[in-house]
């Protein structure tokens, strides 16, 4: 099972599009990092964004988007209805897959540690990660917002951070980094602009008024719609679901004379918070996710299986593509995958201390020329239909002969240059795989070779429709210069691929 930790961060920012796109480009600068959803609203001026990583590249994912950040977000101009105290508001970490709450701790502290020293912000760690009971509610660590905790931070012991300096930082504010369960984060609209309305509803609603236990809930006016609305974080679906607390406030409000007008889901919400709402209004008996199509296919691996037996189908079908070139493109990311692994299997381990800064340089690495080979296996084959297209072209008159023979050569120089692109990071793969061998866990050294192997053979692949593109090329210069590169990189290779074999041997006799 793959180990995976969902991060949430919040931030401070909900009308400039550009200054979250730089901040989730940071986000995607991390290989190993899948950004799932982000959500901007400009009355509550936050932004949700929700991500999933490895949970070795969770704090280096996040540290940097808290980073970029606390230079784009000025807290000292910020206004919005929603509660916040920082550029970055909050930091969850949430166990998604083979993790551990008591690792997501650590996740926290860490996080909360090298934020605090290196970007001189104040960090206070909340809910499950939080230091002292009356620290675990977010709306009492935030208490006062940001202009209410400038002075707070120096005066009141109570309030001093977990992390960082106990003195506000003025332009990026305080973060919450913690750990919880996943929430869902709805919203209620009602067809009227009186918040006291929508306040009076939502105190009805929230745990600390006397409403559910498992509901946070606030009333805020939302002046681009004249209307206003409940805004809630259910912290614990199965025990306050989101049909009861809908229902509730359809009867609350009610009372005022007040109908919903809709509601929403901010972010991702978790399947099974949507089968108990359809369980509940459809009154269905004996229901479970067990019935649900897409998920019956999850859970028999259908769904994760389904894309590289079609790709094995459609090579082994009586078409040209996807070809050798593919296939060699297919096998160099595989080499990269192991790569990766071999990095993920070294980081962590006290026996590799000394060189886990560099594994995770490696890995990086690896994913990158991993995700840039998928690509070329499907840019080969559209290299290759290319040139079967140009052939197609019209040849009736001698303006359309010519116009043939034009596209025939772009084509099929450009069919010649994508597997050489292939070559060339093939070439990557095999060295990180030496660096990697070498210095990687020893009990994992093997599967380093064996990326060094499917490297080798995605390299010499690719080589063989470099030269078949350009056999028989009448432009002698291009042809030259082809085949010089690839006679180049066979050499290297060829030297690089004895080295590895040795260090893999000698570490296996």
Not at 16 to 24: D, F, G, R, S
Not at 112 to 119: A, T
Not at 332 to 338: C, D, I, N, P, Q
Request: net charge neutral; charged share 30%; glycine share 6%.
């Amino acid at each position: 099972m793959i180990r995976l930790v969902e991060c949430v961060p919040n931030f401070s920012e909900g009308r400039n599009k550009e200054v979250i796109e730089k901040i989730l480009d940071e986000i995607r600068s991390v290989p190993a990092a899948t950004l799932l959803d982000w959500e901007m609203d400009p009355d509550h001026n936050r932004a949700v964004v929700t991500f999933v990583c490895p949970p070795e590249d969770a704090v280096e994912t996040c540290f940097r988007a808290i980073k970029k950040a606390s230079e784009l977000i000025d807290m000292q101009t910020h206004s919005g209805e929603h509660p916040r105290m920082g550029a970055t508001d909050v930091c969850p970490f949430i166990p998604i897959s083979d993790f551990t709450l008591a690792e997501a701790k650590e996740l926290a502290h860490q996080l909360g540690k090298r934020v605090g020293e290196e970007l001189g912000i104040p960090i206070f760690l909340y809910e499950s990660a939080a230091t002292s009971p009356d620290r675990e509610n977010l709306s009492v660590v935030r208490k006062g917002e940001y202009e209410g905790m400038i002075k707070a931070i120096e005066t009141d012991p109570n309030r001093k951070p977990d992390y960082g300096p106990a003195k506000m930082n003025l332009k990026a504010g305080a973060t919450a980094i913690g750990v919880r369960f996943p929430l869902v984060a709805y919203n209620v609209y009602l067809d009227t602009n009186r918040v006291s309305i929508a306040r009076k509803i939502a105190n009805a609603i929230r745990f600390v008024q006397g409403g559910y236990r498992f509901a946070k809930a606030m009333g805020f006016m939302i002046k681009e719609r004249d209307c206003t609305q409940v805004s809630m974080n259910l912290v614990r679906y199965p025990k306050t679901p989101v049909f009861r607390v809908f229902e509730t406030i359809k009867s609350e409000a009610a009372r005022y004379g007040v109908n919903v007008l809709s509601s929403e889901i901010v972010g991702l919400i978790p399947q099974q918070a949507l089968l108990d709402v359809a369980e509940y209004y459809l009154q269905l008996e004996n229901f479970s996710a067990n019935q649900v199509l897409e998920e019956k296919m999850r859970r028999a691996g259908v769904g994760s299986a389904k894309s590289s037996y079609d790709f094995f189908e459609d090579v082994a079908a009586k078409s040209p593509t996807p070809g050798g070139g593919s296939v060699a493109a297919a096998a160099g990311a595989l080499g990269a995958a192991l790569n990766a692994m071999v990095c993920r299997l070294t980081i962590g381990k006290k026996k590799y201390k000394k060189v886990e800064e560099q594994m995770k340089e490696w890995r990086d690495k690896s994913e990158v020329v991993r995700k840039q080979l998928q690509e070329m296996v499907i840019t080969d084959g559209k290299a290759f239909d290319e040139v079967m297209t140009a052939g197609k072209l019209p040849k009736d008159t001698d303006e359309e002969i010519k116009k043939r023979e034009v596209a025939i050569v772009e084509a099929t120089k450009h069919a010649a240059e994508v597997p050489l692109e292939t070559a060339k990071m093939a070439f990557k793969v095999l060295e990180l795989a030496k660096d990697i061998a070498k210095n990687g866990n020893v009990n994992s050294v093997t599967d380093a070779g064996v990326a060094a192997l499917m490297a080798k053979a995605a390299l010499e692949g690719a080589i063989y429709n470099v030269k078949i593109n350009i056999c028989g090329f009448e432009d002698k210069e291009f042809a030259n210069t082809m085949n010089a590169a690839s006679e180049e990189l066979i050499t290297k290779s060829d030297t690089l691929a004895d080295e590895i074999k040795a260090i893999v041997e000698s570490k296996i006799k």
